[in-house]
């Protein structure tokens, strides 16, 4: 079981990405913004971080190169989730640091994917 941290700055998709990620045997933890995600990435060192983009306070690009300038948090992976898919947009979450995006509307199993990929990259299975 992984621990995820979901940031997204509407309750709604907090909810139904915490909801999916649950149902499938994760412990979730939210974010509604950039600070709040980079203060509970802290306290919590979560497995994968979830990252909206287009966040107030602090936004998703600034959040994750933050997350990313710290020793004890670079190390975790952000996948980006967003419906800001210009490759511009894309490319400035890759400098970021994210690791790979999922578009939104989501596609669950697609997430589920991703995630579970993200995940196994991070064992040594030998």
Same mark, same amino acid.
């Given at each position: 079981?992984?621990?995820?941290?979901?940031?997204?700055?509407?309750?709604?998709?907090?909810?139904?990405?915490?909801?999916?990620?649950?149902?499938?045997?994760?412990?979730?933890?939210?974010?509604?913004?950039?600070?709040?995600?980079?203060?509970?990435?802290?306290?919590?060192?979560?497995?994968? +971080?979830?990252?909206?983009?287009?966040?107030?306070? %602090?936004? !998703?690009?600034?959040? $994750?190169?933050?997350?990313?300038? &710290? @020793? #004890?948090?670079?190390?975790?992976?952000?996948?980006?989730?967003?419906?800001?898919?210009?490759?511009?947009?894309?490319?400035?979450?890759?400098?970021?640091?994210?690791?790979?995006? +999922?578009?939104?509307?989501?596609?669950?199993?697609? %997430?589920? !994917?991703?995630?579970? $990929?993200?995940?196994?990259?991070? &064992? @040594? #299975?030998?």
């Amino acid at each position: 079981m992984a621990t995820i941290l979901v940031a997204d700055d509407f309750l709604e998709n907090r909810d139904i990405l915490c909801r999916m990620l649950e149902l499938v045997g994760h412990r979730t933890v939210s974010a509604a913004n950039g600070q709040e995600a980079l203060e509970l990435a802290q306290v919590h060192c979560p497995d994968i +971080i979830l990252m909206d983009l287009s966040m107030p306070v %602090l936004d !998703g690009w600034e959040a $994750t190169a933050r997350i990313k300038a &710290r @020793d #004890d948090l670079r190390h975790i992976p952000v996948l980006a989730v967003t419906g800001h898919v210009t490759p511009h947009e894309l490319q400035r979450a890759f400098e970021a640091g994210c690791v790979d995006y +999922i578009a939104k509307p989501i596609d669950f199993e697609r %997430l589920i !994917g991703k995630v579970t $990929t993200l995940l196994n990259n991070g &064992r @040594d #299975d030998r």
